[in-house]
């Protein structure tokens, strides 16, 4: 991981010893400092993977990594149909979102930043708890049991990015802009992954941690949020870039950068 090439050289150094190919290979990377041996030749598995891992995977894997099994052994990935109750939590959290808008409308929008404030602030102290073995009432029990597997192992970043997302759209679009790009965001991106899970087969080119089923769904349900704060013809623009980002594999947290860019489309027409 330190030296020059990578883990490479060491590939190499073992595929020679045991008079082996790359086409021999299956590789199982999470992060950019495998991309030296993602090589064209072999199987190459994402698990969990960072976006740069996303562009060069022939499979993407999420969830639990026994699901790797069958694509090592060149069969279809076999996933567990019925989302868990750690995915049903942690979505349902996601979808919530949905009531931000309403909650600013009715106790005003400072007092809906500095809540949103105290929350992430009280969520980051659990999870520097969680590190040291110790907890936090409450939050940490919602974020054991809403944390994916390997989240479970480090300090899981995700919430953040989903409660900066949101606060800066409430801070920087005008009132019908920010309600309908939040409402999007959060109704789309958790029924395209409930959805992903439990009915999807077709993987989407570039990005195979995604279904064409999941970002259907989620593409519905997003003009139907949109449309409850906007008229319908700008909920379904605001759902075409919302899913859009949601789409591409890109080296920012989706969940800080769609609803802003969901907010800048709004914002132009």
Same mark, same amino acid.
């Given at each position: 991981?330190?030296?020059?090439?990578?883990?490479?050289?060491?590939?190499?150094?073992?595929?020679?010893?045991?008079?082996?190919?790359?086409?021999?290979?299956?590789?199982?990377?999470?992060?950019?400092?495998?991309?030296?041996?993602?090589?064209?030749?072999?199987?190459?598995?994402?698990?969990?993977?960072?976006?740069?891992?996303?562009?060069?995977?022939?499979?993407?894997?999420?969830?639990?990594?026994?699901?790797?099994?069958?694509?090592?052994?060149?069969?279809?990935?076999?996933?567990?149909?019925? &989302?868990?109750?750690?995915?049903?939590?942690?979505?349902?959290?996601?979808?919530?979102?949905?009531?931000?808008?309403?909650?600013?409308?009715?106790?005003?929008?400072?007092? $809906?930043?500095?809540?949103?404030?105290?929350?992430?602030?009280?969520?980051?102290?659990?999870?520097?708890?969680?590190?040291?073995?110790?907890?936090?009432?409450?939050?940490?029990?919602?974020?054991?049991?809403?944390? $994916?597997?390997?989240?479970?192992?480090?300090?899981? $970043?995700?919430?953040?990015?989903?409660?900066?997302?949101?606060?800066?759209?409430?801070?920087?679009?005008?009132?019908?802009?920010?309600?309908?790009?939040?409402?999007?965001?959060?109704?789309?991106?958790?029924?395209?992954?409930?959805?992903?899970?439990?009915?999807?087969?077709?993987?989407?080119?570039?990005?195979?941690?995604?279904?064409?089923?999941?970002? $259907?769904?989620?593409?519905?349900?997003?003009?139907?949020?949109?449309?409850?704060?906007?008229? &319908?013809?700008?909920?379904?623009?605001?759902?075409?870039?919302?899913?859009?980002?949601?789409?591409?594999?890109?080296?920012?947290?989706?969940?800080?950068?769609?609803?802003?860019?969901?907010?800048?489309?709004?914002?132009?027409?």
């Amino acid at each position: 991981m330190l030296e020059r090439g990578g883990k490479l050289p060491v590939l190499r150094q073992i595929l020679e010893t045991e008079k082996l190919a790359p086409k021999d290979c299956v590789i199982v990377a999470d992060d950019r400092n495998n991309l030296p041996i993602l090589l064209p030749e072999a199987r190459k598995i994402g698990y969990d993977p960072d976006f740069a891992v996303r562009l060069k995977a022939d499979v993407v894997v999420t969830g639990n990594l026994r699901e790797i099994i069958a694509p090592i052994e060149g069969k279809p990935v076999e996933t567990e149909k019925r &989302p868990s109750r750690n995915e049903i939590l942690r979505e349902s959290i996601h979808a919530s979102g949905f009531f931000v808008p309403l909650l600013a409308f009715y106790i005003g929008l400072y007092p $809906t930043c500095l809540f949103i404030i105290i929350v992430t602030l009280l969520y980051g102290t659990s999870e520097l708890a969680r590190i040291e073995r110790k907890k936090l009432p409450i939050i940490s029990h919602l974020t054991y049991h809403a944390a $994916t597997q390997p989240e479970l192992f480090e300090f899981a $970043t995700a919430p953040i990015f989903f409660a900066a997302g949101i606060l800066l759209t409430l801070l920087v679009f005008p009132t019908p802009v920010r309600s309908a790009a939040i409402a999007i965001f959060a109704l789309g991106d958790s029924t395209a992954s409930i959805v992903g899970r439990a009915y999807g087969k077709r993987a989407l080119l570039f990005n195979r941690g995604k279904t064409l089923e999941g970002s $259907t769904s989620g593409f519905i349900f997003a003009f139907l949020a949109g449309s409850f704060y906007i008229a &319908p013809w700008k909920a379904l623009i605001g759902a075409v870039a919302a899913m859009t980002v949601e789409y591409l594999p890109l080296p920012v947290s989706d969940n800080l950068i769609t609803p802003l860019v969901t907010g800048a489309v709004l914002m132009v027409i």
